[in-house]
């Protein structure tokens, strides 16, 4: 092949190889795994009492200004906290993994000091985007 031959089939060549590499890059995007969607997340609907009763009058008397949970997922890793107003007597904990849960309650003062001990919560379980409700009791004996 002479010199001019060459030159002349060079833009073909350099035209099959820059296709042969775009056709590969469209091949390799194409070609992606993504990840399975993460499971829907449920909640956990959390309503106390004081002494059997919500009346916010139960709270006031008691010196309890918040509603203190802590969440632990089914092989105790921490799931979070969440506080909420004493005389609302029930909150919404949103965005739970489909998981079992246990944890504990308080109600505190203004300041953030307990106002009883600590009240162990039943295990409870989450499945899918559903809500599971769980109920809570403060009997007199456990205010200080």
Known sequence: MTFWN???TWPLLATA????????QALGCSASVS?????PAGAA??????EESTDPNACVTR????FHVS?????????????????TFATTIYGLDPD???GHAELTDSGGQPRTTSVSLKPFTVVGESS?????DFPADSFY
């Open 6 to 8: 060459r030159i002349r």
């Open 17 to 24: 190889a820059t296709a042969a590499a775009l056709a590969g």
């Open 35 to 39: 990840a399975p969607p993460p499971p």
């Open 45 to 50: 609907v959390m309503q106390w009492s004081v």
């Open 63 to 66: 010196g309890a200004s918040t």
């Open 71 to 87: 969440l632990y997922n089914g092989v105790g890793g921490f799931a979070g906290e969440w506080v909420q107003d004493c005389t």
């Open 100 to 102: 079992d849960y246990t």
């Open 132 to 136: 599971t409700t769980v109920t809570i």
